[in-house]
């Protein structure tokens, strides 16, 4: 496909790209006294004049040597993104300091030989071995040895090869799939390049898959632009204190720094938010902090480097006040306000149907738990950053975030300036999973470059990340489930808690959804469930890959698991009875149809029942953010000639692949070649989108398209578009719309009501072994219809992969409101090695909204998961799973 050089190109018209030397102002503030050190990079020499106990990964990053060379860890050593090849060595550049480089030959991907090059990426792409695509090169370096082999490795000796990084997307098995077969294409001396099937249901490559693995596509850090100033962010040392002063005199002192802003120098609104406008740009001087990621002031510098020693020099004095951390106590009426003069509860939803007490009064048999989940940190590589500039009247912003419109207009509002005034271009993101829908740095980078008129440059390291961003929510849940002697499911009862944190991101929308899927894929006549959003000074809780559902799931599959331990009921007979099928209804009583839950069981049926050791659970996810708000998405197709085609929309791509999908709907519905198409998400195009979030984009943006190709086609007389047509439409735009404008909230009294315009469906079956080692996952979704295959299968890959670790190793314990530890590392994030084999079974019971009856598939691959790991350990042990991670065995067995 076409290789948009659009991003490149709007740096140019806005300031000419150089290579910035950052060393000289480097050795200005570090310790040691310059030497010089004469590196080989990619067969060039270089000279380095700056500290020689610096690392090879800021040399090669500040000196623009080497883009693909990628900071995920910040220098921990922890997730091999910054991987290169050391005198003929793989080795972490990140933490090798530059002294001990003298003479030495470092290769990256851009100094591999053009035609390896060409057949790694090209069958990295194929393969579906790159989904955000920022650890790729990482994965690229680490395994170029093998091909030096004789003999083809072995897929364990693969796995062992790379099991140093970390990839969060893809679960590692589509990576050794493609290193696999680029050895075989290299050493039998023949491959193919990529083919152009781009049809719906065709294994389509990822629209720029190829140069992102070889890090050939810029992330927003990889952006320079003359005259950039790099700003640092100053965070509370305290979760809840009173800010007495802010002395910045001797930050402002420092040579290379350029100023210091505070709360008093945003010139609009400070209050942003999702839902709710609570979370400020800054603290003010006597306020009160709510959490650790509070920023309190921002210093902006010649270099990063000089702006964080510079950030370390401000003065703050704090009050120390007492914080209130766990959600029970903040749920008391008395409890310490973490906003000023109003509740903890920030929201309470019920959901009641049919007569509960009744229906548990009659019950032959009960199920009663109290079940918790921890906070979950994404996890995403690609660390949070944005590129402001003046831009005549205005502000340019190039943005990772999850939705640059929603963007725009709280930048906007942040500078008290209309939002036509304010562009941004989104810039694909290196993984997000919900963790980039709130503003975070984009305000602090736009405010500044405002300021100052000039560019300016914000990035968070790994430390940094974890302070500020939401996670996943602890979630607390009292759950009753009961059921008749046949094992009909008939009354639920639920008290859940979730603790959002200092600010509300989206934690009412992810606690609705407790409540909207707590009777997952069964159908149960009687309910009564609550789930209350607490307020805590904690990091904030936001959205994460499975919104809320994969909590209450894990709590639910667990009670019907214990009835069929007390009844004697067949595990998976007992979930076929009772599973949802159409005309049956949702726990916020929506009549469904084109339901392929049922299918989904039978897939896993034998191979479940033969097994010694086994756990399932089904699962229900919704497409679209529903509950009363509008889902909806508008497309312009460009005919800029017969070589060039621009599909211009507002999703953002975090490696879900929602621009192959614009592509391969083109191109299904007109005929245009798909190596000519070309996708951008930029405002200045004024597409009005919200928030690339709730699985929906493939479902708006392919219904919008269709929308479009309409009026192509009837340019062209009714037909698909012949190549030698194409210069006919030259010229020429097309707009396409759709609007999902009928969905109610949770609980609204109404007939049918219509909580969201689609679900997805899914089973999914954990086998352990007898010494508690987890075998295989088979993983069985029901997507409608499955666009492209290989990325479907990958994208259930990579949320299974999430949804073990979910079960078993991640967490972020906090100890009053700050993380134990900061370091990646500790996340629990599972390496290649600790990954079993997954299958997946793909079904197709389409739905009657989605394009060609598409449902969402980004966030259900994980919801069943860690029930099913609960259920298959609690089958083995006789004991009930009622936390979230527990603690077995699966690190050291793996």
């Not at 086994?614 to 009363?628: E, F, H, L, P, S």
Request: aromatic residues 6%; proline residues 4%.
């Amino acid at each position: 496909m076409l290789i948009s050089l659009l991003l490149i190109s709007l740096i140019i018209n806005n300031g000419k790209v150089v290579n910035i030397n950052c060393t000289k102002h480097i050795a200005a503030i570090a310790e040691p006294a310059p030497s010089m050190i004469t590196i080989n990079v990619n067969g060039k020499h270089y000279t380095c004049s700056g500290n020689p106990d610096g690392s090879l990964l800021s040399w090669l990053r500040n000196e623009n040597l080497a883009q693909s060379v990628h900071d995920g860890c910040s220098g921990e050593g922890t997730c091999g993104a910054c991987t290169v090849e050391i005198n003929g060595h793989p080795a972490l550049a990140c933490r090798t300091p530059l002294k001990n480089l003298e003479n030495a030959s470092v290769v990256t991907t851009e100094g591999l030989p053009e035609d390896f090059r060409q057949l790694i990426g090209t069958l990295f792409a194929k393969h579906g071995a790159v989904q955000c695509g920022f650890c790729s090169p990482g994965f690229i370096m680490r395994s170029k040895k093998l091909f030096e082999r004789k003999t083809l490795p072995s897929r364990k000796e693969i796995i062992q090869t790379i099991n140093p990084n970390i990839c969060r997307c893809t679960g590692y098995i589509k990576i050794v799939d493609a290193i696999e077969a680029a050895w075989k294409a290299k050493n039998n001396g023949s491959w193919l390049r990529g083919s152009r099937r781009a049809g719906i249901g065709k294994p389509c490559p990822k629209y720029q898959s190829a140069e992102t693995a070889l890090g050939d596509r810029p992330f927003v850090d990889d952006l320079h632009v003359e005259e950039m100033l790099h700003g640092v962010l100053l965070f509370s040392k305290h979760p809840r204190a009173k800010i007495r002063m802010i002395n910045a005199s001797a930050a402002r002192a420092l040579d290379g720094v350029v100023e210091v802003f505070t709360a008093g120098d945003i010139p609009g609104e400070r209050f942003s938010g999702l839902v709710i406008r609570d979370w400020p740009l800054m603290i003010a001087t006597g306020e009160i902090t709510s959490t650790i990621g509070d920023v309190v002031a921002g210093v902006v510098a010649k270099t990063e480097e000089i702006a964080r020693t510079a950030a370390a020099l401000v003065k703050v004095g704090y009050q120390e006040l007492d914080g209130v951390f766990d959600m029970h106590t903040a749920a008391a009426p008395d409890a310490v306000r973490v906003r000023p003069n109003q509740s903890n509860v920030l929201e309470s939803c019920t959901i009641q149907h049919g007569d509960v007490q009744k229906a548990f009064n009659s019950a032959a048999y009960d199920s009663h738990g109290v079940y918790t989940t921890r906070h979950i940190e994404h996890g995403f590589l690609e660390t949070e950053c944005a590129v402001a500039m003046p831009d005549g009247n205005g502000i340019r912003l190039y943005s990772q975030g999850q939705g640059v419109y929603v963007d725009r207009e709280q930048v906007a509002r942040i500078l008290g300036i209309d939002p036509s005034l304010v562009r941004v271009t989104q810039v694909a993101s290196g993984g997000a999973f919900g963790g980039k829908e709130d503003l975070s740095v984009q305000g602090h980078a736009a405010l500044y470059a405002w300021l100052l008129k000039q560019p300016v440059k914000v990035r968070l390291n790994r430390q940094e990340s974890i302070r500020m961003h939401p996670k996943r929510h602890p979630v607390w849940m009292d759950i009753h489930l009961c059921c008749d002697s046949e094992g009909m499911l008939t009354g639920l009862k639920l008290n859940a808690l979730g603790d959002t944190g200092a600010y509300a991101s989206v934690g009412t929308k992810v606690m609705e959804r407790v409540v909207g899927h707590s009777t997952g894929g069964y159908a149960i006549p009687n309910i009564d469930v609550t789930a209350k959003t607490i307020y805590t000074n904690n990091i904030p809780s936001g959205a994460m890959r499975g919104f809320g559902v994969p909590q209450i799931v894990f709590a639910l599959e667990s009670c019907i698991d214990d009835l069929c331990r007390k009844g004697g009921f067949d595990r998976w007979q007992l979930r076929y009875n009772n599973a949802l099928c159409d005309g049956a209804k949702t726990a916020g009583g929506q009549i469904l149809q084109g339901v392929g839950l049922k299918k989904t069981l039978a897939a896993v049926k034998d191979v479940f029942k033969n097994a010694r050791y086994a756990g399932i659970a089904c699962a229900i996810k919704n497409t679209g953010v529903g509950n009363g708000a509008a889902d909806e998405s508008e497309v312009t197709v460009n005919i800029v000639s017969d070589q060039r085609v621009i599909i211009h929309h507002g999703w953002t791509e975090m490696g879900q692949g929602i621009h192959t999908m614009a592509i391969q709907t083109l191109f299904e519905e007109t005929g245009i070649d798909p190596g000519i198409m070309e996708v951008i998400v930029d405002t200045a195009h004024s597409i009005p989108t919200g928030m690339t979030t709730s699985s929906r984009g493939t479902v708006l943006l392919g219904n919008a398209i269709r929308d479009a190709a309409v009026r192509i086609r009837d340019d062209m007389g009714g037909t698909t578009v012949m190549p030698k047509q194409l210069n006919a439409l030259a010229g020429r735009s097309y707009r396409g719309k759709y609007v999902c404008d009928w969905t109610c909230r949770p609980g609204e009294k109404t007939d049918n009501p219509k909580i969201h315009f689609a679900y997805g469906y899914a089973t999914q079956v954990v086998i352990i072994d007898k010494n508690g080692r987890i075998e295989k996952v088979i993983a069985a979704h029901d997507a409608g219809r499955i666009m492209n295959p290989t990325l479907f299968e990958g994208q259930i890959e990579g949320a299974v992969h999430m949804g073990i670790g979910y079960a078993l190793t991640e967490s972020l314990p906090m100890k009053d409101g700050v993380p134990v530890s900061f370091k990646y590392k500790d996340l629990g994030i599972l390496r290649a090695k600790q990954m079993p084999a997954v299958q997946v079974i793909g079904i197709e019971e389409r739905d009657p909204v989605g394009p060609y009856g598409a449902k969402g598939i980004g966030e259900i691959g994980m919801v069943p998961t860690a029930a099913a790991v609960a259920n298959a350990y609690a089958a083995m042990t006789g004991k009930k799973i009622t936390s979230l991670p527990f603690n077995m065995s699966h690190n050291s067995k793996q």
